[in-house]
């Protein structure tokens, strides 16, 4: 079965469920990441080719491809559909997304008579709209919860004795050219209205339909992320930050479990304080991510059970034992793909490490602590493992978020 199977008319089912499911679910149904060069141009939308082929590849045998699937490379896919009639663009992602980021890091924030520094107000209402994008909320916000939820963020973090003037970022964002405010007569709108009118209006502001369609990217929403901490919030505690702005997940590579602190009840005890009775239970209902068995079992073979990172071969049960790690989670707000080049063969304590962003790999292929509590190795790959640079770049600029900035290459 190859990509031979397909026809024109199961590509346009794949283009109409692409459409009907949005591009990010259909992406994560499917296993594939975001298109980095050759994009299928139908009815002006742009859908990634390489998902698109594997989908429609299942429509015409019933057999759905996956990333790891394709070994012509996305010129091979490129190759098929123009072949079936379809127009094939390369894609230019990466120059939008620049674009982006230069905005971002030439916002135009006030500084106050006093304080050299720039205002953080639009900074982190960004962070707060980012959030949001993150959570595939809706693009626009109504004011009234703008100034609810934006303004103890001006207040926590904003810089000392500045005023938490909600109103000042819903309206002078729009100088980024990312963002747009709804609903403000144009009679009005010549000067930014007083918070009694944006009371009285209820407009509404949000990223642009473009901005926002770009930061649906995990990979553009974590460097949009990265450029805004580094560019106005340096000295800021991005644990704390990032806690309060709803982005927390991006202070883990993975899916680690953290203490929350809180207590519902334990066992009962006698007088001196001893368990009397069996550990308490609870219900409880979750989601979770299904992985591909196969792929785990493919890159510990590769590797022989050996930690890429430590060479510490583990045995359990009698039997070898080590665990397969993904360099990009699969989960939010990574939504890395579940695919061979985006997973490690590592033991549990390197693998907790590694997705507590304790360690990462430098730009020379060297696993180093984030706290510079460790000497350099050479992250161990045997013939036949790729792993894709972009995932390892990913997690390094997760670790420049919460920890000391690593060599980013």
Request: charged residues 25%; proline residues 6%.
């Given at each position: 079965?190859?990509l031979?199977?397909?026809?024109?008319?199961h590509?346009?089912?794949?283009?109409?469920?692409?459409?009907?499911?949005?591009?990010?679910?259909?992406?994560?149904?499917?296993?594939?990441?975001?298109?980095?060069?050759?994009e299928?141009?139908l009815?002006?939308?742009?859908?990634?080719?390489?998902?698109?082929?594997?989908?429609?590849?299942?429509?015409?045998?019933?057999?759905?491809?996956?990333?790891?699937?394709?070994?012509?490379?996305?010129?091979?896919?490129?190759?098929?559909?123009?072949?079936?009639?379809?127009?094939?663009?390369?894609?230019?992602?990466?120059?939008?997304?620049?674009?982006?980021?230069?905005?971002?890091?030439?916002?135009?924030?006030?500084?106050?008579?006093?304080?050299p520094?720039?205002?953080?107000?639009?900074?982190?209402?960004?962070?707060?709209?980012?959030?949001?994008?993150?959570d595939?909320?809706?693009?626009?916000?109504?004011?009234?919860?703008?100034?609810?939820?934006?303004?103890?963020?001006?207040?926590?973090?904003?810089?000392?004795?500045?005023?938490?003037?909600?109103?000042?970022?819903?309206?002078?964002?729009?100088?980024?050219?990312?963002?747009?405010?709804?609903?403000?007569?144009?009679?009005?709108?010549?000067k930014?209205?007083?918070?009694?009118?944006?009371?009285?209006?209820?407009?509404?502001?949000?990223?642009?339909?473009?901005?926002?369609?770009?930061?649906?990217?995990?990979?553009?929403?974590l460097?949009?992320?990265?450029?805004?901490?580094?560019?106005?919030?340096?000295?800021?505690?991005?644990q704390?930050?990032?806690?309060?702005?709803?982005l927390?997940?991006?202070?883990?590579?993975?899916?680690?479990?953290?203490?929350?602190?809180?207590?519902?009840?334990?066992?009962?005890?006698?007088?001196?304080?001893?368990?009397?009775?069996?550990?308490?239970?609870?219900?409880?209902?979750?989601?979770?991510?299904?992985?591909?068995?196969?792929?785990?079992?493919?890159?510990?073979?590769?590797?022989?059970?050996?930690?890429?990172?430590?060479?510490?071969?583990?045995?359990?049960?009698?039997?070898?034992?080590?665990?397969?790690?993904?360099?990009?989670?699969?989960?939010?707000?990574?939504?890395?793909?579940?695919?061979?080049?985006?997973?490690?063969?590592?033991?549990?304590?390197c693998?907790?490490?590694?997705?507590?962003?304790?360690?990462?790999?430098?730009?020379?292929?060297?696993?180093?602590?984030?706290?510079?509590?460790?000497?350099?190795r050479?992250l161990?790959?045997?013939?036949?493992h790729?792993?894709?640079?972009a995932?390892?770049?990913?997690?390094?600029?997760?670790?420049?978020?919460?920890?000391?900035?690593?060599?980013?290459?």
């Amino acid at each position: 079965m190859g990509l031979g199977d397909i026809r024109y008319e199961h590509v346009i089912a794949a283009t109409e469920e692409f459409r009907r499911l949005g591009r990010d679910t259909f992406l994560r149904t499917y296993g594939f990441g975001r298109a980095r060069s050759y994009e299928l141009v139908l009815d002006g939308r742009r859908y990634d080719s390489k998902a698109l082929a594997g989908v429609a590849h299942g429509y015409a045998t019933g057999h759905f491809l996956r990333a790891a699937d394709f070994s012509g490379g996305a010129a091979t896919v490129a190759r098929c559909l123009r072949e079936l009639g379809f127009v094939v663009e390369t894609g230019e992602p990466s120059s939008n997304s620049a674009a982006l980021l230069a905005r971002l890091r030439n916002l135009k924030v006030s500084r106050g008579p006093g304080n050299p520094a720039p205002s953080r107000h639009q900074p982190l209402s960004l962070l707060w709209a980012i959030s949001r994008a993150a959570d595939e909320r809706p693009r626009l916000t109504p004011w009234p919860t703008f100034r609810d939820e934006v303004g103890p963020l001006l207040v926590e973090f904003g810089l000392p004795n500045a005023k938490a003037t909600s109103e000042y970022p819903f309206w002078h964002l729009q100088g980024s050219g990312l963002w747009e405010v709804r609903g403000v007569p144009s009679e009005l709108a010549e000067k930014m209205p007083n918070a009694r009118t944006f009371a009285e209006l209820e407009p509404e502001a949000g990223f642009t339909a473009e901005a926002a369609d770009l930061l649906r990217d995990p990979v553009t929403r974590l460097d949009a992320i990265a450029t805004i901490c580094e560019t106005y919030l340096e000295d800021i505690d991005r644990q704390a930050l990032f806690a309060r702005t709803g982005l927390s997940g991006y202070t883990a590579a993975g899916g680690l479990l953290t203490a929350t602190g809180e207590e519902s009840g334990g066992a009962a005890t006698d007088e001196y304080e001893r368990v009397t009775g069996p550990a308490p239970r609870r219900e409880a209902t979750r989601s979770v991510i299904v992985r591909d068995e196969a792929l785990a079992r493919r890159v510990k073979e590769l590797e022989d059970n050996r930690c890429q990172i430590c060479g510490t071969a583990l045995r359990h049960l009698n039997r070898p034992y080590s665990q397969a790690a993904h360099v990009r989670g699969l989960g939010s707000p990574h939504h890395g793909p579940d695919e061979l080049q985006n997973l490690l063969c590592l033991c549990p304590n390197c693998h907790v490490l590694f997705d507590g962003l304790e360690i990462y790999v430098d730009s020379d292929g060297l696993v180093r602590g984030t706290r510079d509590d460790r000497d350099p190795r050479p992250l161990r790959r045997a013939p036949g493992h790729p792993v894709d640079e972009a995932h390892i770049a990913y997690h390094r600029t997760l670790c420049t978020l919460t920890v000391r900035k690593p060599d980013v290459g």
